[in-house]
């Protein structure tokens, strides 16, 4: 097995579990702990582990924000999916928000061309995807660019944001729970979606599994202001139950 890969196996394994302890990534990948030990080096340079005392926490578990290229290719074919299903809440017309996220980007490269929309964002990447699509009048949102999810936050956003109320809010999420609802490690960036959620008709939630049950530090929005989730098959069929009792309508792609 080659770097990459032994990389890609061990974060999958930290997300699933929550850590990795060096003996046990030896005997499982068949290597010696010395090359455990330069992997984890390596995934901590990248910013989605940090080392602990005989392994390693995924950051997300630490409360801390991996960058956008790490999001990017976590649970690729689930954001795909989740996508995907997103299409069915979009308006025969009109107008959308779509939040900065991973999945966000997906459903933006999916719109259809066969419809106008008019679509705000505070996200550069999914400015991007569209800016050149002549079905879609884009509002680019102003502010502080955010390093880490390359999205504008603070004050001026939000004072834009108040200026508009669209169809429906395609938002993402750090974190997903029944007890606090939608939560973010940003406190700059909860504010921003608090606003886009508050400015949409219906708000639509895209989160794969590894998502729920997890708190971040500053709050977004509680579950009861989410009109519907739609998340991925790896989800627990009882948390599923639990956030729909909540108040949302989960689907399960």
């Given amino acids: 097995m080659y770097a990459p890969e032994r990389h890609q196996q061990i974060?999958?394994?930290?997300?699933?579990?929550?850590?990795?302890?060096?003996?046990?990534?030896?005997?499982?990948?068949a290597v010696t702990p010395e090359t455990v030990r330069r992997d984890l080096t390596a995934l901590e340079r990248r910013g989605v582990l940090r080392r602990v005392h005989g392994g390693a926490i995924p950051v997300?578990?630490?409360?801390?924000?991996?960058?956008?290229?790490?999001?990017?290719?976590?649970?690729?074919?689930?954001?795909d999916r989740i996508?995907?299903?997103?299409?069915d809440e979009l308006p025969d017309g009109g107008?959308?928000?779509?939040?900065?996220?991973?999945?966000?980007v997906r459903l933006a490269e999916l719109l259809p061309t066969d419809r106008e929309f008019t679509v705000v964002t505070h996200s550069i990447p999914v400015a991007s995807v569209l800016i050149s699509r002549?079905?879609?009048?884009?509002?680019?949102?102003?502010?502080?660019?955010?390093?880490?999810?390359?999205?504008?936050?603070?004050?001026?956003?939000?004072?834009?944001?108040a200026e508009?109320?669209?169809?429906?809010?395609?938002?993402?999420?750090?974190?997903?729970?029944?007890?606090?609802?939608l939560t973010t490690p940003d406190i700059a960036e909860a504010a921003v979606k608090r606003a886009l959620i508050d400015a949409a008709r219906r708000t639509v939630v895209l989160a794969d599994h590894t998502k729920f049950g997890r708190e971040s530090f500053a709050r977004v929005a509680p579950l009861s202001d989410v009109d519907t989730v739609i998340t991925d098959v790896a989800l627990d069929v009882e948390?599923?139950?639990?956030?729909?009792?909540?108040?949302?309508?989960?689907?399960?792609?």
């Fill in 11 to 29: 974060l999958e394994t930290a997300r699933a579990f929550g850590r990795v302890d060096v003996a046990g990534l030896a005997r499982d990948l």
């Fill in 239 to 253: 948390l599923a139950g639990d956030i729909e009792s909540a108040g949302p309508r989960v689907v399960v792609v």
């Fill in 83 to 87: 996508a995907r299903a997103a299409l």
């Fill in 134 to 161: 002549p079905n879609i009048t884009l509002q680019l949102l102003g502010g502080t660019v955010r390093g880490r999810t390359l999205a504008a936050v603070g004050e001026w956003t939000r004072a834009q944001i």
């Fill in 95 to 104: 107008s959308i928000i779509l939040d900065a996220g991973t999945t966000t």
């Fill in 164 to 181: 508009v109320f669209a169809d429906v809010a395609f938002m993402g999420t750090n974190s997903i729970s029944v007890e606090h609802g």
């Fill in 60 to 79: 997300e578990r630490m409360g801390i924000e991996p960058g956008v290229a790490d999001r990017e290719s976590h649970a690729s074919g689930q954001k």
